[in-house]
């Protein structure tokens, strides 16, 4: 492809990419890159796909970003793209490496502001785009009846003291046999 010899790492964007990787898996690798969005890169700019990252050239390197920086430009149409009808700016962009993260936080945050329904959900925990919840994304804490520390004491049926001869059960042993019938029911009050 290239006179220039084998680079071991490019940096594209940002990112270090590992030279030895293909194309497409290379570009996936910048954050706000898809597979479709990388060929379509190695498409317009006429780059074999499955050739190595380390082998592109520096001029290779500036087109490729330049075109991943402004898509518009180059003719791409606008439902390609990450992001459109920004609510600041009002137009059509492609957010890329840690633009992403910043740009949701940013929005789930004025939705919480605002008091909206997705600003209400988002505050809750909730699914947003109106699925449902009755069986599904169960996370987090538990929901419903909760079990109040241990299972309760399964009560033995009494024996009554005339059916048991006075010889038989120690006198000691009985308040103890009492002490513990009636501890779990301290318990519950």
Sequence with gaps: MSAQEYRHIVRIVGNDIPGERK???GLTQIKGIGYNFAVAILDT??????????????AN????????TDPVSSNFPSWFLNRRK???????LHLLTSDIPFTLRNDIERERITASWRGYRHLSGLKVRGQRTRTSGRKGGAVGVAKGGLAAPVKKAA????????????AAATPAAAETTEAPAEKKE
């Design 23 to 25: 194309m497409l898996i």
């Design 45 to 58: 700019l006429k780059i074999d796909s499955n050739s190595n990252i380390g082998d592109l050239t520096d």
């Design 61 to 68: 390197v500036t087109e490729i970003e330049k075109l991943i």
């Design 86 to 92: 920004d609510i600041e700016t009002g137009t059509n």
């Design 159 to 170: 024996t009554p003291a005339a059916a048991t001869p006075a010889a038989a059960t120690p």
